[in-house]
């Protein structure tokens, strides 16, 4: 428990010590700005999409950490260190699936507040946005580290990892846009499911990609 809480410190330090936590929020909060330019300022259009805008926003900027979640470790030799003191690949994942959604997550939520007032989104809406990502963000922490590892080494492995993350983060975004509507009560259900999934089997899947590129 030990080693997981320091491999989740240690990373969770150098993304604030090196900027990279920062990148996804300002785009996050550059869509929110600039898409009224594109559809105009009527407040009730943009009340209506508004949600389903920064959903997709979320989604796009969980792509942005992706090239410094896996690679750097595996370049340094840092994840051979970890096998030689006996600490599992699985152990690791979970860390670096705890240390990403710590400095992603959050910091995403509290982007949604201003984000939202900038599209003209009801309280009632910005209640279930905040409530979606929270569930939501951490699937999309955990796909972001596997698929990390499977790209990490890779020629062109930043645009793999969009095409490879993307297509399987498509039950977040929707059931995520989904909740944003009182009526459909069971999208966020379905929500939460597919977030607990996809950190369920995001370990085992990190895990194995470590100790494919290994061998």
């Known amino acids: 428990m030990s080693d997981l809480f320091a491999i989740a410190r240690r990373d969770l330090g150098r993304s604030f010590a090196g900027g990279g936590w920062l990148l996804p929020l300002i785009f996050f909060m550059l869509v929110a700005t600039l898409f009224p330019f594109a559809i105009g300022p009527d407040p009730t259009i943009l009340g209506r999409v508004g949600g389903g805008v920064l959903w997709t926003a979320a989604l796009l900027a969980a792509l942005f950490p992706i090239d410094r979640l896996i690679a750097p470790d595996r370049d340094a030799g840092v994840l051979d260190q970890y096998a030689v003191r006996g600490i599992s690949e699985e152990v690791v994942a979970v860390a670096k699936i705890a240390a990403h959604w710590i400095g992603f997550g959050p910091p995403l939520m509290l982007a949604a507040l201003p984000a939202s007032a ?18 939501g963000s951490l699937g999309l922490a955990a796909l972001a580290v596997t698929v990390s590892a499977l790209v990490a080494g890779l020629p062109g492995g930043g645009a793999l990892a969009g095409l490879l993350m993307l297509p399987l983060a498509v039950p977040v975004l929707i059931f995520g846009a989904g909740a944003l509507d009182e009526l459909q009560r069971g999208a966020f259900a379905l929500l939460g499911a597919s977030a607990l999934l996809l950190l369920a089997i995001a370990p085992f899947a990190t895990g194995a990609a470590i100790r494919a590129m290994r061998d």
């Open 118 to 135: 900038l599209l003209g989104m009801e309280m009632d809406s910005v209640v279930r946005l905040e409530a979606g990502l929270a569930l």
